[in-house]
């Protein structure tokens, strides 16, 4: 396992990461979720990716069962939770100092941790003051409850307002920011937060490094029974039946031919290709059982693969480089 600094942090976090979004509790249960994440952390994986939203909570019950039972010193692994939808009541959710503040204390609890590694403000919210966000982080970091903050799926102009008031009230700037990033989902990480990594340091936790499987091939025919698609989440069923679905998996097929050609398979060329990005930190794996970890794992293996020469021609295929900005 290669190991990455967070950004400007002095945090290394092993390149490939383990979350639990969909998978724990809705299609794995404890002894599975014990032994995938035994198999992540014999494999060097120090970080693992939670957050309250995750099957109301549950996720994180069930991953601090895991903490608990595997006796794992403290100082080998990090853990992450994830503040923003924590329930309906109008106190339940979003960036107030309050929600901030009772998400972690909750967090703390279900993972059974004295402190959290990284804490991220799942989304922006924009009916809470960005002072009033960056002051309850700053709070919870100078309490020990949280070593790192930063965010997910926000602008660049957002981040920017929080490193502005961090840096004008000498509070704890944000070190991280969570994006979605495969090879269909590019924009933030290569363009939008180009600026950030130069100015900032900023580092990135990438989700979805397989587009939710699209990019291990499987629904080239269909939707399997028993994956995730098959599941019943409307917005990513919605994704894979409209155009911009079909075209990925179209995509998906050519890739699978190129991939072939070089003697590794899609789900090593989709994750290596992540890897191949410096800004990302870490690319968090999502898995649902110790098969498919295995040999998400292995994906480190064939980055050496991924010569100039076979970037462009994969870039050639999915067509989805951003523009870049103009340089006057
Ligand atoms: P992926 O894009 O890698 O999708 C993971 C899913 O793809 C698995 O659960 C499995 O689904 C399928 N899959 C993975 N590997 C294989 C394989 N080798 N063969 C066949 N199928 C495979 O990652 P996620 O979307 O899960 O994202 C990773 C993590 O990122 C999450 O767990 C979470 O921690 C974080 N995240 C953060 C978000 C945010 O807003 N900050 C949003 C989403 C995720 P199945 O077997 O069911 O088909």
Redesign the pocket.
């Known amino acids: 396992m290669n190991y990455r600094r967070l950004g400007k942090s002095g945090l290394k976090l092993s390149e490939f990461s ?6 724990f509790s809705f ?1 794995l249960d404890a002894s599975i979720a014990t032994e995938c994440m035994k198999t992540a952390y014999d494999a060097g994986v120090n970080f693992f ?3 309250e939203a ?1 099957a109301e909570g549950q996720s994180e019950v069930i991953m601090g069962k895991v903490l608990r039972d595997m006796e794992w010193p403290r100082d080998s692994y990090c853990v992450s939770s ?1 503040v923003f939808w924590g329930g309906e009541k109008p106190t339940q959710r979003g960036l107030s100092r309050k929600h901030i503040h009772d998400a972690c204390h909750a967090a703390l609890k279900r993972l059974r941790v004295d402190y959290l590694d990284l804490f ?1 403000c ?2 922006p919210d924009r009916q809470t003051p960005i002072e009033e966000t960056v002051r309850a982080m700053d709070s919870l970091i100078r309490q020990g409850k949280v070593l790192y903050w930063g965010t ?2 926000w602008s660049a102009d957002e981040i920017r307002a929080a490193y502005g008031e961090a840096k004008q009230h000498n509070l704890e700037p944000p070190t991280m920011e ?3 990033y ?1 090879c269909f989902v590019r924009d933030k990480m290569e363009k939008e937060y180009l600026r950030l990594f130069e100015d900032e340091g900023l580092g990135t ?12 091939g ?1 629904y080239g025919d269909g939707i ?1 029974s ?6 019943d989440i409307d917005f990513l069923k919605g994704r894979l039946e409209s155009e911009v679905g079909k075209n990925m998996i179209h995509k998906t097929k050519t890739l699978t031919s190129l991939s072939d050609g070089i003697g590794i398979s899609l ?1 090593d060329l989709s ?1 290596g290709w992540c890897l191949k990005n410096p800004n990302v930190s870490t690319v ?6 110790v ?3 295995k ?2 794992l292995k994906a480190a293996e064939a980055v050496d693969k991924l010569t100039p020469d076979v970037m462009e021609r994969i870039e050639a295929v999915v067509q989805s480089k951003p523009e870049a900005w103009t340089d006057w």
């Open positions: 383990y979350g639990s979004w969909v998978t299609q990716d939670n957050a995750y994830k991220f799942h989304r997910s799926e969570q994006p979605q495969n936790t990438i989700w979805s490094p397989l587009a939710s499987g699209i990019l291990t499987k399997p028993g994956s995730r698609m098959a599941l789900v994750l968090i794996l999502g898995a649902s059982n098969d498919q970890l040999e998400n």
